[in-house]
């Protein structure tokens, strides 16, 4: 969920039109607008970067390239 | 981000990667285990055991928070609101069958039952109302547990307090391997579990109990690249924590949310509903934070309950011996709207999502 809002502990974020509050206190970093967190149960656990999919994929096809020719 | 997630459901990727997991086809029979109802829910929604290779199943274990909570726990937290307590916890744990009634049906009776989202939702209602006594029914695992112990640690008012139920999935996991018919051939391990304790908390499931442990995200891409790396390392008689979820889950893991666990509570012995004691598979509040502990702040004694009723077999479900289709009562009898067991109840429930989705063990 993307940070729209942070206010000492407690971040407003949102995703696909809802809005929801996040604390922040089991994150342990420093959060800024914008900012896409994991959020689970009320409480960021991860602060997610957005390029990080394109990793997994790039890792795939990485891996998918190796098997087809062994 | 929404672009990520229709990138990480890509088709073509995706027959690439069934391709790839055919020519892995085992020798003899593989069973491959995870530990999160998600999983179960982008497999079961996607028909990802369809593309597995012959001789392979993914099977879920004790995944689902709600299903393995004992009904020692469920009945204490009923009783607690009977007695005019009010009991907050999340909707899923409402329509759990305890011994002798599920908090909705004591609600339903005019018992002060709350649902929330979070733990600190409980906290926000106890501080509105100094009069009344509140109690969060702390369900959940390593994900889930991090909120509670925060609100803990957060000075709440005298007048709230957790009835500890938070349970820990490695040592459930270890149980499984010694358990007889339940050999598991890998492990494919829950994300955001993970994000938590670190792909790390696997090493020795790996390194003394020689089972392969891939970490695997919740797109159906990642939960096929995590199968894939499995049954790789299956296929090299290979037993090492690989982690397929790198954007979210680390080697160490969240070290605060670590921290604030090991603040709150200790590691206790704790009773899995269907599976039974397991040697520090749960948290309890903390001695210096006793005050808060429910358990000891009323008199409610954990009283021994039936934890399954004759006929279901989620004992054999939430231990990854039977699938939901096994039962006879799956679908009959029991279905979402008249749960029999726990595992019909609630989005994880390995019954509640087969039943959902129509699935069936692959052929
Ligand atoms: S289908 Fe119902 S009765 Fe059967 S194992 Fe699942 S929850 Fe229990």
Known sequence: ?70 | MKADQFALRDPLRGQALARALQRLAPERPVRIVHVCGTHEITISEHGLRHVLPEGVSVLEGPGCPVCVTSTVDLDRAVRLAEQGVAVCTFGDMMRVPGSRKTLDEARALGAPVHTVLSAADAVGLARKNPAQDVVFFAVGFETTAPGTAAVLLDDPPGNFSVLCSHKLIPPAVQKLVNMPGTGLDGLLAPGHVSTVIGAGAYAGLAGEHCIPVVVGGFEPLDVLYALLLLLRQVADGRAQVENAYPRAVSWEGNRQAQNLLATAFRVSDAKWRGIGEIPCSGLAVRAELSRFDAALKYDVPAVEGQEVVPGCRCADVLVARAVPSDCPLFGGECTPLTPVGPCMVGAEGACAVWHRHGERPAL
């Open chain 1, 1 to 70: 969920m993307k940070v729209a809002a942070v206010e000492g502990n407690m971040a407003t974020v949102e995703a696909g039109g809802v809005r929801a509050r996040a604390r922040l206190d089991a994150l342990g970093e420093p959060v800024s607008l914008g900012d896409y967190l994991l959020v689970h149960a009320g409480f960021a656990i991860r602060r997610l970067d957005p390029g990080d999919a394109q990793e997994t994929l790039r890792l795939l096809d990485e891996l998918l390239a190796a098997g087809d020719e062994g």
